[in-house]
Antibody
């Protein structure tokens, strides 16, 4: 069965960096686009970034553009999110989600990893 | 990249129908037939309920249906059941980025 397992969250000071991972299993990872979506405590969902199935294209939400970098290693079936210059408003549960090629929706989600930015 | 507009809450009694609206612009909801809806129970990950405005993934009851008119999409849940009580989010593709609605809390009375 499809599984997406996020890791790497934790407490980090403002201005510091953190790298999240999302381990995929149960499907052919290299055939799917992958996204990061976040949810601040008690708030709604916010799309963060997408990477195409082959890593050739990446797009970001305005609030993270220039600070976050999405990447993937198809040989390891793993998605990453490098988060630099973290701010308090980046505090959220970060989900990875799968998109069939050009489907434009997210058919499977992980359980999320919590990032807390605080001094 | 402004969030789509959803009502903060809706409610209905078991067996009734409710409709949740999702208003965007011609750059997102109105510009593409790529509106999706997600159900989220407390402490759980979102679950895809509707995609491509009207399509249901396998396993989603046909009590859930979607539609769109202009810049507004809608999710209708008929024959409300207690387990439908959850938060619902709309999402639209907007040309190399995606935008979510603020979420609607559905209460089954």
């Amino acid at each position: 069965q499809v599984q997406l397992v996020e890791s790497g969250g934790g407490v980090v000071q403002p201005g510091r960096s953190l790298r999240l991972s999302c381990a995929a299993s149960g499907f052919i990872f290299r055939n799917y686009g992958m996204h990061w979506v976040r949810q601040a405590p008690g708030k709604g969902l916010e799309w963060v970034a997408v990477i195409w199935y082959d890593g050739s294209n990446k797009y970001y939400g305005d609030s993270v553009k220039g600070r976050f970098t999405i990447s993937r290693d198809n040989s390891k079936n793993t998605l990453y999110l490098q988060m630099d210059s973290l701010r308090a408003e980046d505090t959220a549960l970060y989900y990875c989600a799968r998109e069939q090629i050009a489907a434009r929706h997210f058919d499977y989600w992980g359980q999320g990893t919590l990032v807390t930015v605080s001094s | 990249q402004s969030a789509l507009t959803q009502p903060r809450s809706v409610s209905g009694s078991p067996g009734q129908s409710v409709t949740i609206s999702c208003t965007g612009t011609s750059s997102d909801v109105g510009g593409y037939n790529y509106v999706s809806w997600y159900q989220q129970h407390p402490g759980k990950a979102p679950k895809l309920m509707i995609y491509d405005v009207t399509k249901r993934p396998s396993g989603v009851p046909d009590r859930f249906s979607g539609s769109k008119s202009g810049n507004t999409a809608s999710l209708t849940i008929s024959g409300l059941q207690a387990e439908d009580e959850a938060d619902y989010y709309c999402c639209s593709y907007a040309g190399n980025y995606w935008v979510f609605g603020g979420g609607t809390k559905l209460t089954v009375l």
